[in-house]
């Protein structure tokens, strides 16, 4: 069967630091991966999404990045975080688009 | 696009009573609708899906129910328990884009 592990589950930056959060699935070959952002604990927001190596598309213009080195890992990083960072982000993958996405555990990050 | 509204934001009901959770959608593209439920600080959790050549489908306590005609589809949870407090969010997807509504929280009262 498939998992989905993204790591760390919690973090504590300072502003102005750098941000590094990974992803990775298992039980799939060429997954799309998406990376979701939720702040005051409710919607979700796409941040990024991948449907192949190299390939990254973004949703949403920010500080944030996305990379996928590998075809089942997709990283979410940052050079510089700001205040407005801090919140809850999830990693996904799907089949392929349009199909059922299956979230991740999620990681809390603060940003202080 | 999509535009996926989602109502109520908050529900509140008592142990053993129903919860309805609706949504409506825009693009009649839109061709398969899943359900996710979030506990706090976890990922969502897909809990019921339907599509659309199906009007109804029931898992247990669940059920989803899809009116292609009028752009709606709605969670049915009976005889709700204290463990289904949660967040839910519907979804509804074309072929190549998935939309998610804005989530409801559900309190179920022991």
């Known amino acids: 069967s498939q998992t989905i592990h993204q790591w760390p589950a919690t973090l504590v930056q300072p502003v102005g630091s750098p941000l590094s959060l990974e992803c990775t699935v298992e039980?799939?070959?060429?997954?799309?991966l998406y990376w979701y952002r939720q702040a005051a604990g409710r919607g979700l927001q796409l941040l990024f999404y991948s449907v192949g190596i190299g390939q990254i598309s973004s949703e949403v213009p920010q500080n944030l990045s996305a990379s996928r080195p590998q075809d089942r890992q997709f990283i979410l990083s940052s050079k510089k975080l700001l205040l407005s960072d801090s919140g809850f982000y999830l990693c996904?993958?799907?089949?392929?688009?349009?199909?059922?996405?299956?979230f991740g555990e999620g990681s809390w990050l603060t940003v202080v | 696009g999509e535009n996926v509204e989602q109502h109520p934001s908050t529900l509140s009901v008592q142990e053993g009573d129903s919860a309805v959770i609706k949504c409506t959608y825009s693009?009649?593209?839109?061709?398969?609708f899943p359900w996710y439920k979030q506990e706090l600080g976890k990922g969502p959790q897909l809990i019921i899906d339907?599509?659309?050549?199906?009007g109804e489908k029931k898992d247990q306590r669940i059920a989803v129910t899809l009116n292609k005609t009028a752009k709606h589809f709605s969670l049915h949870i009976t005889e709700t328990q204290p463990e289904d407090s949660a967040v839910y969010f519907c979804a509804a997807s074309t072929s190549n884009q998935f939309y998610f509504g804005t989530g409801t929280s559900l309190t179920v009262i022991p």
């Open positions: 039980g799939t070959s060429n997954p799309n």
């Open positions: 996904a993958w799907s089949v392929k688009l349009g199909n059922t996405i299956y």
């Open positions: 339907i599509r659309s050549n199906v």
């Open positions: 693009d009649s593209a839109s061709n398969y």
